[in-house]
């Protein structure tokens, strides 16, 4: 079993954790303000040109986000299990929940990795390959998979930097790691988690469903 005592700048473990939680709060507020710049943007652009953008999204794999977002979903129902496990001293639940979530989240990526495939084959990714002829305004249309693609590659990479957070904490809860005075990791870490699915919960819907 872990060590339970705080680390030495705090007075307790409410204190530490209180210090985690305010730290971990205000680390997902600058996401949220880094990815609603972006939702602004790609809004003001979408209300100007209603009907390219709406064409475009008409050539995105719908049923690949759609099992994305089932995906996710249900990685943030394990992950909150995974968390009450933690807290409850459920080591062997914990464990499970755990590489559960990591292997949901692994799923989400590689069907991402498919879909940007498709996009590739599909030739719809912004450049010099772009296919110009599939769109009635293509540099309008080129507009919309730019913030597509970069929308939905920091949303990877947020998920890429989760997963392996989740992988990690899997190894040190089968080790013992963990214990409900001393869970402020996973706790925290779940944070982060959910904060994934929703900005997804808000991409699909804005990228996906234009029109339908």
């Given at each position: ?20 939680g ?36 008409h ?45 949901l ?44 693609f ?16 989740l ?5 040190l809860?089968?080790?013992g ?36």
């Amino acid at each position: 079993m872990a060590e339970v005592s705080p680390a030495m700048q705090f007075e307790d473990l409410d204190q530490q954790r209180e210090a985690a939680g305010l730290g971990m709060w205000t680390f997902l507020v600058t996401e949220v303000m880094f990815f609603g710049g972006l939702f602004v943007g790609y809004t003001v652009y979408r209300m100007a040109f209603p009907d390219a953008f709406r064409e475009a999204s008409h050539h995105l794999y719908m049923w690949i986000g759609a099992i994305n977002t089932a995906v996710l979903l249900t990685s943030s129902l394990t992950m909150a299990l995974a968390v009450h496990a933690a807290a409850t001293g459920r080591r062997s639940r914990l464990v499970g929940f755990l590489a559960v979530t990591t292997a949901l989240g692994v799923l989400f990526l590689v069907f991402k990795g498919v879909e940007y495939a498709l996009d590739w084959h599909d030739r719809i990714i912004p450049g010099p390959t772009f296919d110009t002829a599939k769109f009635v305004n293509p540099a309008r249309a080129e507009l919309f998979y730019a913030f597509y693609f970069i929308m939905t590659g920091l949303h990877a990479v947020h998920v890429t930097i989760g997963v392996g957070v989740l992988a990690t904490l899997t190894v040190l809860a089968r080790r013992g790691w963990f214990s409900p005075q001393n869970h402020n990791t996973v706790e925290m870490s779940g944070l982060y988690w959910h904060f994934v699915d929703i900005v997804w919960i808000f991409l699909f819907p804005l990228l996906y469903l234009m029109g339908v």
